[in-house]
Structures are given as structure tokens and as C-alpha cells.
């Protein structure tokens, strides 16, 4: 079955929920109009169901393979990407400067959430070369912008993120890998890094990595990291690849999923006189440099369990179209249904829809505050860049949390059959369950909500979030609109116990009472997750004329989202504040030399 994008849907999330229409007609962005958004929807959603929907097979059959330390990617791959690149993809949201586009962040995403449904592996690899190109173009020096931002933006060189070391994984203040001043400007590194995506491959001729080494007078932690530009193949003068570097592929890892993707143990500086490597940014400041790429990473890997959880609903909802099981209430005797007709199953699918759409919403929200930090008027530039510091951890951990969720339902709902291979409805969940764990774990998101975003602004940040949610909820108790049903009063009721929990979680840190704020800290977010993403869901419906088919559309799934999903957050709010003492009592049973005295 042929993947069809959902790109009304997308569109309108764009531009109705996530703030493009007005912001395009204040002029934020240019000359932007919803034509040139329209027709670039349009054919990344060809491009995604088209070229990249069949890779994605291939990608997880034959994978990507390494033999005499060339890595080769599965077949059709390489002349994909040339296309793809080709037709200009990988430098939309790049800065003009750079022959980039220079579009929004927010379509960008729109437009990363259909190469994910098209294939999640090939997708990964444009995903860490956009975070090099924002990583240079903030830190590196002219010189090192100059050569090598025109040939990463136009895609013809990519580009990996080289953190994890085998000691050194959510905490980098580990790494051992070291670089020495080489007396001339640039820098020796030796190490091993482990995990690196794309880290060796064969669709383009260079391969740019950016690597954390500590230097030999570094101070302990995490400040004493610095960057490292390191090239597969030293450019000569003119541009061109030409020396190799001492940076070889020692192994590619066989794992659950994402089989097209490379992920690649590294050796640095093996002969013995190092990998030539040039500084970006300052001495001991890389991990700053290396965030301002992170950032946008983790708000990109929630975009690939929103794509990958879009793909698994629309192939479970076009097999639950074809599938005749069972008798469905009101069919005629006699009748074999289609199992879409069974209320299980319908609720299975609306779950699917409602919690991609309302992780959609969340994202597409958090790009639309990183464009405003740099492209608002300058009076608010200060306060969207802490709305997108905020959103990143929940659109990263939600969108992830959700993307296997929806994956296994996706498998429920094609019963046995999704079990099997054949039907690729199992891949999406083997796919879809590293993107809880790559680019910060979710438990170190929901850390990161709770102990730095919320403190944001002196918690103005979440406060002015909270505020907004609740007139929308206001709105849409006041609309009387029969098609939102109770949805007003369960999104209040929502934002209530959000407004609650956040003020729990930031008097127990006032009080130093941490281990309380961190044991509450996943279902925290998760309950974040869902009362914002189902606000947003009626944002959108209050936002739509009622009589169009995406006002309809999102009225449903509005109320859907409400009337079936939010209450969860009941729950999960009890656990955030009740919950701490109940682990605190169990964690000795998680020792087996009899316990220890937890704090
Ligand atoms: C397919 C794949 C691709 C990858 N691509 C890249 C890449 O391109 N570049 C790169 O540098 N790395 C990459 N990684 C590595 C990835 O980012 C790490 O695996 C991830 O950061 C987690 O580190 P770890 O595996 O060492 O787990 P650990 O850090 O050992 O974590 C284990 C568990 O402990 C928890 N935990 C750890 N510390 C804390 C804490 N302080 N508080 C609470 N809980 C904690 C974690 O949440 C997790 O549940 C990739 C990994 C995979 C599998």
C-alpha cells in the first residue's frame, strides 16, 4: 500500500495551530506566502511517498554494510540522496548566506516529518549534517565557514555529531578522547566514539565530523570539552576533498532497527600522529557549541517518532480498511466486516491519529519559537527562544514517547499479520524505539524540563505557556460548539493539574527536596505532553471554519483527544506528587545485597 502524506493535515498545523499564517501575513518571514508553502508541501509529499517510501524496506532488509572499512548503504540509496540533495532539500532552512534558502525552521519541520514517513533511516543522516551547518555558521571561524558550509548546505558533503564515547554516554563530562595544539592553528585528536550516525557511508564523497576531545590543560567536567571540525578528507586549496585523514570506521553495530542508517564505532588518530581536526568556537566551550546543534537535533529526532508514528497509522488505517473480521454492531447478518467498523479498532486508530496529530502540534510549535527568537520583533526574541527552550524536551521525549506507542498500536490493529515482517508494520516500531534514547535519553529530557526549564524566566517562561493553554481552553468551553462536546471542561480540568504539578515540582526543588522532583520527572512530562498537545488540537479546531474539512476534522480529534486521552493526566499528575514515597520505599528491593538508604 502506497504511503499517502498527510498534508492537509500538516498544512493546517502549520499554519492555523503553530502561528505560520499570521506570522507570514505580519510579514515575519519575507515573502512567504501559503502558495509557495502549499506547493512545497506538495512536493516534499511526493518526494517522501514516491522516491523515499520504497527505501525504506530496503534500507531494513539489506542495511547498511561495512567490509575493508568502506561503508556501503543499501541499494537505490545513493542515487536517492543525490536527487534529493539535488533538488535542494537539504538546504531550505540554511542561511541564504551559505546558498541555503533561508525558510522557516517550522517548515523545515513540517517538511523533516515527511522524509521520516518516508524512511526514518535516510532521514537521520540530513537530520545531523542541519545541526553541523547552524553549529559552524554560530561558532566557526570565517575561514572554516568559507570552506565548508557552501558544500554542507548544498548536500554534496555530510556531516556527524560525535559525542558518546564507551564510558561517556548521557554524561559527556566523561569523554577521554583528547586533542593537542598542533602549533600551527589547528589540532591533533586521538579517541573512540562510539554509536556515530552516518559516521562512514558512501552517499557523499566527504564526511565532515564534529567531535568533543578535551584538550591537555582542560578543567575537570563538562567545561573543559572542545569542538573539533574533523574531515574524512582534508580539503586542498580549491575546495576539493583531498588528503584522508587518520579517521577510520572500525565497526558498524547490528541493532533492533533503523538498519539503513550506519551507526559507526570511530577511531581517531590510530597511525599515531592524530586526526587533523580544526577548533570551532573557544577552547573548552564546545559543549555550548555542540548545544546550539542539540537543540535542534532533539526537536528533529521528536519530528522522526512524529513521521514514523504518521507512516504506522496510515498503513494500519488502510489495513483496517482491507482486513474483514467479526461482525461489527449494526451490520447486516451474515456480513464479514471490515475490521475498521469495530469500535476496538476505531478507538485504537483515533488514538493513533489523535496522538501523532497532538505531537505534531507540539513540535511544530516549539520550530515556530525558534524562528520567532530570530526573526520576531526584537522585543520578543528573549522570551520565544525560552518558549522553544521549554517546548524542546516535550516535543523531543512526547513525539518520541508517542512514535513507539503509535507504532504498536499500528501492529495491534494489523493483528498477527503486524507481528510478522512482511507487512513492514513491525519495522516502524523497531525503528521508532531508538529515538527515545538517542539524543538524550527522554529521562534525561524530562530531567532537563524539570530542573532548568522550569526555573526559565523565574518560572514566567511555563507560567505564560500554562496561561495560554487555559484561554484556549476558555474558548472553547465558551464556544457551546455541539461538535467540541465537553471538551472545554476537560482541557480545564487538565491545565489545572498541569498548573498544580508545575508548582509541586518547583517548591520541592526550592526546598532542595530533589530526589522527589526527579522521580516525578518522566510523568511529568508526559502529563505536559498531553495537556498541551490536546489543547492545541482545540486551538485548531477554534481556529478552522467549522464547515471546512479541516475545522471538522480537527473538532473531532479535539474532543476525541479530550474526552478519551487527557484524563490520563489525572494519574499521571497523582504520581508526580504522591508518587516519590512509594519509590523511595520499593528502591531497596532493587538491590540485591538487602538495600540502601535512598535520601
Ligand atoms: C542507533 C544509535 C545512534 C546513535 N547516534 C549517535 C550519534 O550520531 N552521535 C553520538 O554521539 N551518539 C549517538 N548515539 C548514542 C546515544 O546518544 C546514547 O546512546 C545516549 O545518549 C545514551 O547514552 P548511553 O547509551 O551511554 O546510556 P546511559 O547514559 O548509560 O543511560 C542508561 C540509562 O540511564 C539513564 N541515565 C543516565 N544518566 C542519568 C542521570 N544522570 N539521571 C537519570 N537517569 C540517567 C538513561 O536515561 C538511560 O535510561 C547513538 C546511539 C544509538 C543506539
Same mark, same amino acid.
Given at each position: 500500500?502506497?504511503?499517502?502524506a498527510?498534508?492537509?493535515?500538516?498544512?493546517?498545523?502549520l499554519?492555523?495551530?503553530?502561528?505560520?499564517?499570521?506570522?507570514?501575513?505580519?510579514?515575519?518571514?519575507?515573502?512567504?506566502?501559503?502558495?509557495?508553502?502549499?506547493?512545497?508541501?506538495?512536493?516534499?509529499?511526493?518526494?517522501?511517498?514516491?522516491?523515499?517510501?520504497?527505501?525504506?524496506?530496503?534500507?531494513?532488509?539489506?542495511?547498511?554494510?561495512?567490509?575493508?572499512?568502506?561503508?556501503?548503504?543499501?541499494?537505490?540509496?545513493?542515487d536517492?540522496?543525490?536527487?534529493?540533495?539535488?533538488a535542494?532539500?537539504?538546504?531550505?532552512?540554511?542561511?541564504?548566506?551559505?546558498?541555503?534558502?533561508?525558510?522557516?525552521?517550522?517548515l523545515?519541520?513540517?517538511?523533516n516529518?515527511?522524509?521520516?514517513?518516508?524512511?526514518?533511516?535516510?532521514?537521520a543522516?540530513p537530520?545531523?549534517t542541519a545541526?553541523?551547518?547552524?553549529?559552524?555558521?554560530?561558532?566557526a571561524?570565517?575561514?572554516l565557514?568559507?570552506?565548508?558550509?557552501?558544500?554542507?548546505?548544498?548536500?554534496?558533503?555530510?556531516?556527524?555529531?560525535?559525542?558518546?564515547?564507551?564510558?561517556?554516554g548521557?554524561?559527556?563530562?566523561?569523554?577521554?578522547?583528547?586533542?593537542?595544539?598542533?602549533?600551527?592553528?589547528?589540532y591533533?585528536?586521538?579517541?573512540?566514539?562510539?554509536?556515530?550516525?552516518?559516521g562512514?557511508?558512501?552517499?557523499?564523497?566527504?564526511?565532515?565530523?564534529?567531535?568533543?576531545?578535551?584538550?591537555?590543560?582542560?578543567?575537570?567536567?563538562?567545561?573543559g570539552?572542545?569542538?573539533?571540525?574533523?574531515?574524512?578528507?582534508?580539503p586542498?586549496?580549491?575546495?576539493s576533498?583531498?588528503?584522508?585523514?587518520?579517521?577510520?570506521?572500525a565497526?558498524?553495530?547490528?541493532k533492533?532497527?533503523?538498519?539503513?542508517?550506519?551507526?559507526?564505532?570511530?577511531?581517531?588518530g590510530?597511525?599515531?600522529?592524530?586526526?587533523?581536526?580544526?577548533?570551532?568556537?573557544e577552547?573548552?566551550?564546545?559543549?555550548?557549541?555542540?548545544?546550539?546543534m542539540?537543540?535542534?537535533?532533539?526537536? /528533529?529526532? @521528536? #519530528? *522522526?517518532g $512524529?513521521?514514523v508514528?504518521? +507512516?504506522?497509522?496510515?498503513? !494500519?488505517?488502510?489495513? =483496517?480498511?482491507?482486513?474483514?473480521?467479526?461482525?461489527?454492531?449494526?451490520?447486516?447478518?451474515?456480513?464479514?466486516?471490515?475490521?475498521?467498523?469495530?469500535?476496538?479498532?476505531?478507538?485504537?486508530?483515533?488514538?493513533?491519529?489523535?496522538?501523532?496529530a497532538?505531537?505534531?502540534?507540539?513540535?511544530?510549535?516549539?520550530?515556530?519559537?525558534?524562528?520567532?527568537?530570530?526573526?520576531?520583533?526584537a522585543?520578543?526574541?528573549?522570551?520565544w527562544?525560552?518558549?522553544?527552550s521549554?517546548?524542546?524536551?516535550?516535543?523531543k521525549?512526547?513525539?518520541?514517547?508517542?512514535?513507539i506507542?503509535?507504532?504498536?498500536?499500528?501492529?495491534?490493529?494489523?493483528?498477527?499479520?503486524?507481528?510478522?515482517?512482511?507487512?513492514?508494520?513491525?519495522?516502524?516500531?523497531?525503528?521508532?524505539?531508538?529515538?527515545?534514547?538517542?539524543?538524550? /535519553?527522554? @529521562? #534525561? *529530557?524530562? $530531567?532537563?524540563?524539570?530542573? +532548568?526549564?522550569?526555573?526559565? !524566566?523565574?518560572?514566567? =517562561?511555563?507560567?505564560?505557556?500554562?496561561?495560554?493553554?487555559?484561554?484556549?481552553?476558555t474558548?472553547a468551553?465558551?464556544?457551546?460548539?455541539v461538535?467540541l462536546?465537553?471538551?472545554g471542561?476537560?482541557?480545564?480540568?487538565?491545565?489545572?493539574?498541569?498548573?498544580?504539578t508545575?508548582?509541586?515540582?518547583?517548591?520541592?526543588?526550592?526546598?532542595?527536596?530533589?530526589?522527589?522532583?526527579?522521580?516525578?520527572?518522566?510523568?511529568?512530562?508526559?502529563?505536559?505532553?498531553?495537556?498541551?498537545?490536546?489543547?492545541?488540537l482545540?486551538?485548531?479546531?477554534?481556529?478552522?471554519?467549522?464547515?471546512?474539512?479541516?475545522?471538522?476534522?480537527?473538532?473531532?480529534?479535539?474532543r476525541?483527544?479530550a474526552?478519551?486521552?487527557?484524563?490520563?493526566?489525572?494519574?499521571?499528575?497523582a504520581?508526580?506528587?504522591?508518587?516519590?514515597?512509594?519509590?523511595?520505599?520499593?528502591?531497596?528491593?532493587?538491590?540485591?545485597?538487602?538495600?540502601?538508604?535512598?535520601?
Amino acid at each position: 500500500m502506497a504511503f499517502q502524506a498527510p498534508i492537509a493535515e500538516i498544512a493546517f498545523t502549520l499554519k492555523a495551530i503553530a502561528g505560520l499564517q499570521p506570522a507570514m501575513e505580519a510579514g515575519l518571514f519575507g515573502d512567504l506566502g501559503a502558495e509557495t508553502v502549499d506547493a512545497i508541501l506538495a512536493e516534499a509529499g511526493r518526494f517522501a511517498s514516491e522516491d523515499l517510501a520504497p527505501l525504506n524496506r530496503v534500507g531494513d532488509k539489506i542495511g547498511a554494510k561495512l567490509a575493508d572499512g568502506k561503508v556501503t548503504t543499501a541499494p537505490g540509496w545513493r542515487d536517492v540522496y543525490r536527487r534529493w540533495a539535488d533538488a535542494g532539500w537539504n538546504g531550505l532552512a540554511a542561511p541564504e548566506a551559505w546558498g541555503g534558502q533561508g525558510l522557516p525552521t517550522l517548515l523545515n519541520t513540517a517538511v523533516n516529518e515527511l522524509w521520516n514517513s518516508g524512511a526514518a533511516s535516510f532521514a537521520a543522516g540530513p537530520m545531523l549534517t542541519a545541526g553541523a551547518i547552524e553549529a559552524l555558521d554560530a561558532h566557526a571561524s570565517r575561514e572554516l565557514k568559507e570552506k565548508y558550509l557552501p558544500k554542507l548546505v548544498s548536500g554534496e558533503w555530510m556531516a556527524t555529531m560525535n559525542l558518546t564515547e564507551p564510558q561517556a554516554g548521557s554524561d559527556l563530562a566523561a569523554i577521554r578522547s583528547r586533542a593537542e595544539r598542533a602549533g600551527d592553528g589547528t589540532y591533533r585528536i586521538f579517541g573512540q566514539k562510539i554509536f556515530i550516525t552516518y559516521g562512514e557511508h558512501d552517499l557523499t564523497d566527504n564526511i565532515i565530523h564534529m567531535v568533543l576531545a578535551k584538550l591537555p590543560d582542560a578543567p575537570p567536567g563538562t567545561g573543559g570539552i572542545s569542538l573539533f571540525l574533523v574531515p574524512k578528507f582534508i580539503p586542498k586549496a580549491d575546495g576539493s576533498a583531498g588528503e584522508r585523514n587518520d579517521v577510520v570506521c572500525a565497526g558498524i553495530e547490528h541493532k533492533l532497527g533503523l538498519h539503513g542508517s550506519p551507526t559507526c564505532t570511530m577511531i581517531f588518530g590510530d597511525k599515531g600522529s592524530g586526526a587533523v581536526g580544526w577548533l570551532v568556537g573557544e577552547e573548552h566551550r564546545g559543549l555550548a557549541a555542540m548545544f546550539t546543534m542539540m537543540n535542534l537535533a532533539r526537536l /528533529t529526532v @521528536g #519530528i *522522526q517518532g $512524529i513521521g514514523v508514528a504518521a +507512516r504506522a497509522f496510515d498503513q !494500519a488505517l488502510a489495513y =483496517a480498511h482491507e482486513r474483514r473480521q467479526g461482525r461489527a454492531p449494526g451490520a447486516a447478518k451474515g456480513e464479514m466486516s471490515p475490521i475498521v467498523r469495530h469500535p476496538d479498532v476505531q478507538r485504537d486508530l483515533l488514538r493513533m491519529k489523535a496522538l501523532t496529530a497532538a505531537a505534531r502540534a507540539i513540535a511544530y510549535s516549539c520550530a515556530f519559537a525558534i524562528d520567532l527568537s530570530h526573526r520576531g520583533p526584537a522585543a520578543e526574541r528573549a522570551r520565544w527562544a525560552d518558549r522553544a527552550s521549554l517546548l524542546t524536551p516535550i516535543a523531543k521525549a512526547f513525539s518520541t514517547d508517542i512514535g513507539i506507542e503509535v507504532a504498536s498500536l499500528g501492529i495491534q490493529v494489523h493483528g498477527g499479520t503486524g507481528y510478522i515482517e512482511e507487512t513492514g508494520a513491525a519495522q516502524y516500531l523497531r525503528d521508532a524505539r531508538i529515538f527515545a534514547i538517542y539524543e538524550g /535519553t527522554n @529521562g #534525561i *529530557q524530562a $530531567i532537563d524540563l524539570v530542573t +532548568r526549564k522550569l526555573r526559565l !524566566a523565574d518560572g514566567a =517562561a511555563v507560567q505564560s505557556l500554562i496561561d495560554e493553554l487555559s484561554a484556549i481552553a476558555t474558548e472553547a468551553a465558551q464556544s457551546n460548539r455541539v461538535d467540541l462536546g465537553a471538551t472545554g471542561a476537560h482541557l480545564t480540568a487538565a491545565i489545572a493539574r498541569l498548573g498544580e504539578t508545575t508548582e509541586w515540582l518547583t517548591t520541592a526543588l526550592a526546598q532542595d527536596r530533589l530526589t522527589e522532583a526527579l522521580a516525578g520527572a518522566t510523568p511529568y512530562l508526559r502529563l505536559f505532553g498531553l495537556t498541551a498537545g490536546g489543547t492545541l488540537l482545540a486551538k485548531g479546531a477554534l481556529r478552522a471554519a467549522a464547515d471546512g474539512a479541516e475545522g471538522q476534522d480537527f473538532a473531532a480529534m479535539a474532543r476525541f483527544f479530550a474526552e478519551t486521552v487527557i484524563d490520563e493526566s489525572a494519574a499521571l499528575a497523582a504520581t508526580v506528587t504522591g508518587g516519590s514515597e512509594a519509590l523511595r520505599l520499593a528502591v531497596p528491593t532493587l538491590y540485591r545485597d538487602g538495600g540502601v538508604a535512598v535520601g
